[in-house]
């Protein structure tokens, strides 16, 4: 995606005419222009200098944005936010009051409540006559921008709003001015009463004062606007400027520009991180609120990723540089950012076609309001009045406004939590969400194995279990072992020698002349005695979903250690609260039914999808979108082909790139707390446009018929064009406004949740029972008792070796119970299926 900077846009009118030119450019696969922040992001093969002229050809400049030197970027991207309108927009403001006060006073202040004028006008109608018409010019030169814009749009047959003011503006001018040339004519001849006729039809001040009204609209409009982006501007103040790195041995402060990827940096307490690195040396903590929203700082030592605007609070830091200028995280999130507020939501469909055929309708309506009021006998003034008012009221910029401006601000309040969404069409589509899959290992859990019980023999404390456990468990490798040493860790650990892994079943050695041993009950149980009580305990802790390690010294029984990769403390209550939303929620899980069974239950999840292999989420996200909308979320390089499979794809950012690069969701947190707050924002934003959309259609809908008079003779009801001006100026206002409420929106609040009904009951079905295309027919099953097998991940090894097999359906495997029971399609020798799990290290008896 392509972004450029378009100049000369007033209203919706122009950001779709700059649509639709580029669009027909040979080559451009899609196109959005944003009138909020004046961007336009455009896909293809279009050349850049096709595009340009495409623009310029629709009677607007652009831009590429990024054309300029890296250096400069993050300055001039910042300065292409700033609220340059405003400041103009209130000299001009200013100017015109000043000019409006002295013909206010002329032409009302002195016709209708007769306050005194200068000696040398008293009397004189012609002199006041063209003292109001040099004070309109003095205004109308003052707001030329509207004249300049409007005709210009109206020359390339693409009228806007601003050519709906001018039109209203000279048409009040001009007949004023006829009506001053026909008085002085009247003077002339001596009619005293003809003379007081045209000096009633004078609409100098309605000329003036649509033109003031307007900028005081625009100037509101400007100034909320700006607003909408503080969210991205406030992203890029946070990029350090620069940095301290240490070259040729010294400590040198360089421009962040002049860091390079593998450069040494030091950051000392109460500094910010210039770029994206990895700790060599030191430790502190970082507040990464910056990033994240999490206000508690992050203990940072050797080995660990920090990251660029993120602040050093205590200690001093030595990191080497891993990612920089665009690549960095900060980068890459004002990046997000940025795209998601120069692309469109589908919602803006139909007011962008509304906005592309609106001004032409408003001039067509305007010229049919003044025909007609002079068909039945009205006059040349009163007709134009109703013609003017028509041109005025008319606002086609609340109907672009009304959902750019809520993207943004939606946007924004995301990012300040943690929560990024790509594009504008995401923020929209998570709001639609009625089911959410979630991806167990990562995401429900912590993605580690941990120790969650502790059961010593008697006899035995719990710290001689951990401790000789660590000793015998430091030597290996398996994730269960690691657990295992990070819970002793702290705790010394004594020397243990001819250490022996038993490939499937555990870990021997020597550690004071006794023999120390550790694994899954039939290698321990061989070993020593294990009561009965004992065993079932342990069977009870597998059926939780956990993974029993038993351990024994010289032949008597030490304890068993329980290991499981324990879900995470928020996981529940994300659950509950997407559930009170009215969302389905699902389990995606490679692990046996039994095991998913029970973190689905802790999770409290509506259903579990077991036993689904890498590969196969995808498919089962296709299989769940024909019951609705469906987002997936995920944090491995396996989920990504469900993330972007999903209607929404949610990516926990702790996760690895590719799943980040998929999703079109990004949790900076790592939270799952995120996804409802994610799915509350969405739905809040959406509500937001509704409103926004609601207002435009209504204002319209109701003003114009209003200004064109067709409530006149049944209700009496009459607009003056100097009205009908104030409403068009507030209206863009109203909706900008409306949109900044979003700002107070709270994300975390489930107090406006829609409570789901008769909430159904956990299910667990094993993925092939979920294919669409499942047999009906029973196939043949074979049992095949498997020795050797010690946790989960023994389960998965030869579950995924055995699905392999051409003619298996289907392998359910228990490290628990030692079997494995098949499902096949076809016949499968007892000899191959020997062979391929002995090949991996296991025993078939």
Not at 225 to 251: F, I, N, Q
Not at 380 to 400: E, N
Not at 755 to 780: C, F, G
Request: charged fraction near 20%; charge should be neutral; glycine fraction near 8%.
């Amino acid at each position: 995606m392509e972004q450029y900077q378009v100049t000369g846009m007033s209203c919706a009118a122009c950001s779709a005419r700059v649509e639709k030119a580029v669009s027909r450019v040979p080559g451009v696969t899609s196109c959005s222009v944003s009138l909020l922040t004046n961007s336009m992001a455009v896909e293809g093969t279009a050349d850049e200098a096709a595009i340009v002229a495409a623009v310029t050809e629709a009677g607007y400049g652009a831009k590429r944005k990024g054309a300029e030197p890296s250096a400069a970027r993050p300055s001039e991207a910042l300065e292409a936010l700033e609220d340059h309108e405003t400041p103009k927009l209130k000299r001009r403001l200013i100017a015109s009051v000043g000019f409006l006060l002295v013909l206010m006073y002329l032409s009302m202040g002195h016709m209708m409540w007769g306050w005194p004028l200068p000696g040398f006008l008293e009397g004189n109608h012609v002199a006041m006559g063209l003292t109001e018409m040099l004070l309109t010019i003095i205004i109308m030169v003052i707001n030329q921008r509207f004249f300049l814009s409007g005709f210009r749009s109206l020359l390339h047959r693409a009228p806007n709003m601003d050519t709906l003011v001018a039109l209203g503006s000279t048409a009040a001018f001009g007949y004023s001015t006829y009506a001053l040339f026909a008085m002085t004519a009247a003077q002339l001849h001596g009619d005293a009463e003809l003379v007081m006729h045209y000096m009633d039809e004078f609409y100098f001040e309605s000329a003036a004062m649509i033109l003031t009204l307007i900028t005081v609209g625009k100037m509101l409009e400007a100034r909320s606007k700006g607003k909408t982006t503080d969210a991205l501007k406030s992203l890029m103040k946070l990029a350090p400027k620069t940095a301290t790195v240490v070259r040729s041995g010294k400590e040198t402060l360089v421009p962040i520009e002049q860091v390079r990827t593998g450069d040494i940096f030091v950051v000392r307490p109460g500094e910010t991180i210039p770029v994206d690195g990895v700790v060599e040396e030191g430790s502190s903590a970082v507040n990464e609120a910056a990033l994240t929203g999490e206000s508690i700082p992050v203990d940072k030592a050797a080995g660990d990723a920090v990251s660029a605007a993120t602040l050093n609070q205590s200690g001093f830091l030595r990191c080497r540089a891993s990612r920089v200028g665009e690549d960095t995280t900060l980068s890459q999130i004002i990046r997000m950012v940025s795209d998601a507020a120069a692309t469109k939501a589908p919602i803006a469909k139909v007011a962008d076609r509304v906005s592309g055929v609106f001004v032409p309708a408003v001039i067509s309506i305007a010229l049919v309001t003044f025909v007609i009021w002079m068909l039945v006998g009205q006059t040349v003034g009163y007709a134009l009045a109703r013609a003017i008012s028509v041109l005025v009221i008319s606002c086609p910029c609340a109907l672009g406004l009304a959902t750019p401006v809520a993207i943004m601000v939606g946007n924004g309040v995301g990012a300040r939590h943690g929560i990024l969404f790509k594009t504008a069409a995401s923020l929209e589509s998570a709001g639609r969400v009625e089911i959410v899959a979630l991806d167990k290992t990562g995401t429900i859990t912590q993605g580690e194995p941990e120790v969650t019980d502790l059961l010593p023999a008697p006899g035995v404390t719990e710290d001689e279990l951990l401790r000789l456990a660590n000793a015998l468990e430091q030597r290996s490798e398996h994730p269960l072992a690691r657990a295992v040493v990070r819970r002793a860790a702290g705790m010394d650990a004594p020397e243990v020698t001819d250490f022996r892994a038993v490939p499937g079943n555990g870990l021997t050695a020597e550690l004071d002349g006794q023999k120390l041993a550790g694994g899954n009950l039939a290698f321990v149980q061989s070993l020593a005695a294990i009561p009965q009580e004992t065993q079932d305990r342990a069977a009870r802790l597998a059926e939780q979903g956990k993974t029993p390690l038993f351990f024994c010294r010289s032949g008597k029984l030490l304890g068993v250690i329980a290991v499981a990769d324990v879900i995470k403390p928020d996981s529940p209550q994300a659950v509950r609260e997407l559930q009170g939303m009215g969302i389905r929620v699902v389990m995606l899980t490679g692990d046996n039914e039994r095991t998913a069974k029970a973190i689905g239950a802790q999770a409290g999840v509506d259903e579990v999808i077991a036993g689904v292999l890498p590969d196969g989420k995808e498919a089962v996200i296709r299989r769940l979108k024909e019951q609705g909308k469906v987002a997936m979320v995920g944090d491995g390089i396996n989920d990504a082909p469900a993330l972007t499979r999903a209607d929404t794809g949610i990516a926990i950012g702790a996760g690895t790139d590719v799943a980040i690069d998929a999703a079109d969701v990004v949790l900076m947190k790592s939270r799952l707390l995120d996804v409802p707050a994610a799915i509350r924002l969405s739905r809040a934003t959406l509500r937001n446009i509704h409103e926004n959309l609601f207002w435009a259609f209504f204002y319209n809908v109701i003003g114009i018929p209003l200004a064109a008079g067709a409530w006149i003779h049944l209700l009496g009801w009459e607009m003056n064009p100097m009205f009908g001006a104030a409403a068009m100026s507030l209206s863009s206002f109203c909706v900008v406004t409306n949109a900044l409420r979003l700002n107070l929106f709270r994300i975390r609040s489930t107090k406006h949740d829609h409570k789901r009904k008769n909430h159904a009951k956990q299910t667990v079905v094993p993925a092939a029972e979920n294919h669409k295309n499942h047999k009906e027919e029973n196939p043949m099953e074979k049992t095949m008792k498997i020795e050797g097998m010690m946790c989960g991940h023994c389960e998965a090894r030869v579950k995924k070796c055995l699905e392999a097999l051409p003619g298996v359906e289907k392998a359910e495997v228990s490290h628990v119970s030692g079997t494995a029971v098949l499902t096949l399609s076809a016949p499968v020798g007892d000899a191959l299926l020997k062979k391929t799990v002995e090949d991996q290290g296991y025993q078939v008896i």
